[in-house]
């Protein structure tokens, strides 16, 4: 399996992990991120998770497995020969990360989990009415599957490595191991990260409630990279 990342020069590398149905290019290079993080002079790594940008992109569900997408992760960071480092993850990149940091807790310094709460959205879904859309583009009752996949179809994405990444990551959790420190990130106006803050008060975390933001667009704001640089330093 190949996982293609980009590292940004500058000092203790952040790893930065992209949601489902994007790339490392859009979600962390187009909104500002390697730059913000370069301007803190601290170096940056992105990678496409597989079924994803430049990486590989197999078809069966088991190879999108939590622990699987981590061990992707794990790799890149041996490549590199980066022993810890920072993470930060968005929507189902969060998943991702948190599965980093159960797979091999000693990698992991400090997380960002931006984007993503207790409730996992795939597991919400309906397999059927996703095939029914990917494959003919019938409309699903859930608006969620077509304003996720519509973009990511249109755009040329591999229908069948979305579909069993979907399948795959169902169900993964946030689950971190005690003793990590984590900043949990969400837009006001994003229902996806629904019971986010009860989360992160259970766990004793930080939180930060982006005013008005939304899934798409929390990303952007100044504040998020503000806060996650200094949770960092």
């Not at 940056?44 to 190879?63: Q, V």
């Not at 859309?133 to 973009?151: C, N, Q, R, Y």
Request: aromatic letters at 6%.
């Amino acid at each position: 399996m190949r996982i293609a990342f980009d590292a940004a020069p500058g000092e203790r590398p952040v790893v930065l992990v992209h949601g489902f149905a994007s790339t490392a290019a859009l979600t962390w290079v187009d909104s500002g991120w390697v730059r913000a993080l370069g301007e803190a002079g601290r170096g940056a790594i992105t990678p496409d998770l597989r079924g994803h940008g430049r990486s590989d992109k197999p078809h069966r569900a088991a190879d999108y497995a939590p622990r699987q997408l981590a061990a992707d992760l794990v790799a890149v960071l041996d490549t590199l020969g980066l022993e810890q480092v920072d993470l930060i993850g968005y929507s189902m990149g969060s998943r991702v990360v948190a599965a980093l940091a159960q797979l091999a807790p000693e990698r992991v310094r400090r997380l960002v989990l931006g984007g993503a709460g207790p409730l996992e959205l795939f597991e919400t879904w309906d397999l059927n009415a996703i095939n029914r859309f990917v494959g003919s583009g019938d409309h699903p009752a859930d608006p969620t599957i077509a304003a996720v996949l519509g973009p990511a179809i249109a755009a040329g994405a591999d229908r069948e490595a979305l579909v069993a990444c979907v399948q795959g990551v169902a169900g993964c959790t946030l689950d971190v191991p005690a003793g990590i420190p984590q900043l949990f990130v969400a837009g006001g106006a994003d229902s996806i990260p629904a019971g986010v803050a009860a989360l992160a008060a259970e766990r004793g975390a930080r939180y930060l409630e982006l005013p008005g933001r939304t899934h798409l667009n929390a990303l952007t704001a100044r504040e998020f990279k503000q806060a996650a640089l200094e949770f960092l330093a």
